[in-house]
Nanobody, 116 residues
Framework: QVQLVESGGGLVQPGGSLRLSCAAS????????MAWYRQAPGKQRELVAS???????YYTDSVKGRFTLSRDNAKNTVILQMNSLKPEDTAVYYC??????????WGQGTQVTVSS
């Protein structure tokens, strides 16, 4: 089973930026579709951005123009660059294959808190 480790979260003020990383234990990001998901307190987990092996990206409407998803095949890593952060972006962020289900393996995620 591939292990996924998310990192890069933290506390940031509104308007700030964070760069999340998802490192895989082996090279999978150019083989299967991947995505970043997030789960805010009291809410269901939602897909934020996705990336196909061919490099096509998708962003949910609420993050379009602010978040950018990229891949570093040499490092088995996908990066979510988050700019112009808003309080409503506060959540635990996870990376996983796309689609992914509750019964799939999920890493611990990384907490993003946007607050003044």
């Amino acid at each position: 089973q591939v292990q996924l480790v998310e990192s890069g979260g933290g506390l940031v003020q509104p308007g700030g930026s964070l760069r999340l990383s998802c490192a895989a234990s082996r090279n999978i990001f150019n083989i299967i579709p991947m995505a970043w998901y997030r789960q805010a307190p009291g809410k269901q987990r939602e897909l934020v951005a996705s990336l196909t092996p061919g490099g096509t990206t998708y962003y949910t409407d609420s993050v379009k123009g602010r978040f950018t998803l990229s891949r570093d095949n040499a490092k088995n890593t996908v990066i979510l660059q988050m700019n112009s952060l808003k309080p409503e972006d506060t959540a635990v962020y996870y990376c996983n294959k796309n689609p992914a289900y509750a019964t799939d393996y999920w890493g611990q995620g990384t907490q993003v808190t946007v607050s003044s």
